[in-house]
Nanobody
Framework: VQLQASGGGLVQVGGSLRLSCIVS????????MGWYRQAPGKEREFVASIGFRDGISTYYADSVKGRFTISRDNAKNALYLQMNNLKPEDTAVYYC???????????????????WGQGTLVTVSS
């Protein structure tokens, strides 16, 4: 199983980035997915989660609500995070994660995820 995150980079305050996570080695539609981030010197924190299959259920951390959008394309085995109006406090390494699901739910507990990607760095300059 591989989760390959990409799309990070350097962006100015107020800018946008779109992160992608391409998944292989599992049946992507059967997994709830999530994005987490870890800033330098801080603990990993939850960013957003989306339910399995059609991804009807979504949930966001308060710090990104209204600015970030999580989505999935099961045909491409891809998870996305559209990040708008970026702030310096969004600077972090962003990780995608997958959890085998049997019902539609979102997952905010990191330890419950089965698989993790390697991370992609987002730097927001002021």
């Amino acid at each position: 199983v591989q989760l390959q995150a990409s799309g990070g980079g350097l962006v100015q305050v107020g800018g946008s980035l779109r992160l992608s996570c391409i998944v292989s080695g599992l049946t992507f539609g059967n997994y709830a997915m999530g994005w987490y981030r870890q800033a330098p010197g801080k603990e990993r924190e939850f960013v957003a989660s989306i339910g399995f299959r059609d991804g009807i259920s979504t949930y966001y951390a308060d710090s990104v609500k209204g600015r970030f959008t999580i989505s999935r394309d099961n045909a491409k085995n891809a998870l996305y995070l559209q990040m708008n109006n970026l702030k310096p406090e969004d600077t972090a390494v962003y990780y995608c994660a997958a959890d085998r699901a049997y019902t539609d739910y979102v997952l905010t507990v990191a330890d419950e995820y089965d698989y993790w990607g390697q991370g992609t760095l987002v730097t927001v300059s002021s």
